[in-house]
């Protein structure tokens, strides 16, 4: 393996962002992170410190700055969709020249986005399973027992790297299957966990039927979608993640942040629309989770 350090930038060194940079700065790679004027002077002051079970509590160095200003060999997009917009401002498409995008966003519109922005660079479609939460500029509570990223066609060695730093990496051919496996997982679990204010395990155990009816219909979309998922697969992952899992969606609900409603049950109900799959558990889900933000604001 290439043991060469590599220059990272992290977009948005939230939970996800900031687990990873933290990783890969004390695995001995640079990491640039790019934030706000107040988070990136309290990374440049303080690192990111991250609180882990799995891997330790510990503080990475990394440096920290609101725009990225050099080449650097790849850049995470870690942001919320909701705010891709205003966060891809910080990455000028001329500054980052060639270099890999690895986005592990919610969703399936914003490979497109980036791929208009960003024609030189390689924009590599990817998805992680994490529960990590930044409680405060720079501090990172990882929760679940696992931290695992798929890639559909890196680089050669790239995943190597990520795996060295400590991160499960799982490389797929099919950028399509692997994007709709995790919609199928997350969408009802952002859904159902915001919309009843509970748990993996409430909704797995009193909202059982609920939570079978929304698979059924979120599989049959993936799998005219091209990706082979089933409410059997999904349902045992569900049934194996540590019942006090939240989602980042139920997360953001509590805390009055703006919700991925759109970009991750809006993508369900424009993909059924399209392949003529009906979805009447998943649009209502969907509309009760954005009437609950409005009302709530």
Avoid at 9 to 17: D, F, N, Q, R, T
Avoid at 32 to 58: K, M, P, W
Avoid at 77 to 90: G, H, I, P
Avoid at 120 to 133: D, L, P
Wanted: aromatic share 4%.
């Amino acid at each position: 393996m290439n043991t060469t350090p590599l220059t990272v930038a992290v977009l948005g060194p939230g939970g996800v962002g900031g687990l990873i940079g933290a990783l890969l700065a004390r695995d001995g790679h640079r990491v640039i992170c790019l934030a706000g004027e107040a988070t990136a002077a309290a990374l440049s002051q303080g690192g990111l410190r991250v609180e882990s079970a799995r891997y330790g509590d510990f503080t990475a160095a990394v440096e920290a700055d609101t725009r990225l200003r050099e080449p650097v060999d790849a850049v995470f997009v870690t942001v919320k969709q909701t705010s891709l917009d205003e966060a891809l401002d910080r990455v000028p498409a001329a500054v980052l020249g060639h270099a890999v995008v690895i986005p592990l966003l919610n969703g399936l519109d914003h490979l497109r986005l980036l791929r208009e922005r960003y024609p030189a660079a390689e924009v590599v479609a990817g998805t992680i399973r994490v529960e990590a939460t930044r409680t405060a500029p720079g501090l990172i509570h990882h929760t679940s027992p696992f931290a695992d990223i798929e890639l559909a066609s890196p680089p050669g060695g790239f995943a190597d790297r990520l795996r060295h730093a400590g991160l499960g990496v799982t490389l797929r051919g099919d950028e399509t299957a692997m994007l709709w496996d995790k919609l199928a997982f997350l969408a009802p679990l952002a859904l159902l966990t915001t919309r009843h204010r509970a748990d993996v395990g409430t909704i797995r155990g009193e909202r059982r039927p609920e939570l079978l009816a929304v698979l059924d219909e979120i599989t049959a979309v993936a799998r005219v979608a091209g990706a082979p998922v089933t409410t059997g697969t999904v349902l045992s992952f569900f049934d194996r993640v540590p019942p006090t899992m939240k989602s980042s969606m139920q997360r953001d609900a509590e805390a009055g942040r703006p919700l991925e409603v759109d970009a991750i049950g809006g993508a369900v109900l424009r993909a059924g629309a399209a392949h003529h799959v009906e979805t009447p558990v998943t649009a209502r889900l969907v509309a009760e989770v954005a009437r609950l933000t409005t009302q709530e604001a």
